[in-house]
């Protein structure tokens, strides 16, 4: 474990340094836990591919602006969150009319492909998705960082932009929650 938070802090250091090599092995060790993360709140493969490529694009313009940083991880999972709620006020605010409706058959094809995609993932994570949607978003988000995403409270906290102590309170609750779900069924 220390081995890998040395290499990724060489990797920072190199990435600050504007090296593209550095931030290519930074985004290969990243890419998909961020997808991951993206596509649990948005739950479309090509919003969250899109999500996701836009991390990466502002992460690298943060590291060349010279930013401080003191946690890549922590940074990776609050631009994922801040930019899927960025994403959420677009879509409420865009209106709908019948021109946008209309889809052409190339369109329907790129329907049908995404929705094959999300049901093989959909698969995988079934089970636990169909309990986790029936919490509070608040707690379904602290649970799919701790647990599916593996960090730790002070990363969480550093993301959500709340206490370590409330980020615990708020995990607790959350798994009562969860467990008062899976005993329901």
């Known amino acids: 474990m220390k081995a890998n938070f040395l290499k990724e802090k060489y990797l920072l250091f190199r990435a600050k340094n504007k090296d ?60 994922a969150r801040n930019l899927v709620i960025d994403h959420y006020r677009k879509a409420s605010q865009k209106d709908v009319s019948l021109e946008g409706l209309k889809t052409s058959e190339a369109e329907l094809k790129d329907l049908i492909d995404d929705q ?6 959909k698969l995988e994570i079934d089970k636990i998705e169909e309990k986790l949607m029936g919490l509070k978003d608040d707690y379904r988000e602290i649970i799919i960082l701790r647990y599916i995403e593996g960090l730790s409270i002070k990363e969480i906290a550093d993301i959500v932009e709340k206490r370590k102590g409330a980020v615990r309170v708020i995990l607790y609750r959350a798994l009562n929650a969860l467990k008062e779900l899976l005993k329901a069924t």
Do not use: C, M
Not at 116 to 121: K, R
């Open 20 to 79: 593209p090599e550095a931030f290519a092995e930074v985004y290969d060790i990243y890419v998909d836990r961020i997808y991951r993360f993206v596509f649990f709140k948005v739950n479309r493969a090509e919003e969250a591919q899109d999500i996701t490529s836009e991390v990466f694009l502002k992460t690298w313009q943060y590291l060349i602006d010279g930013k401080e940083i003191k946690n890549l991880n922590a940074l990776f999972y609050k631009i």
């Open 116 to 121: 094959i995609h999300q049901i093989e993932v």
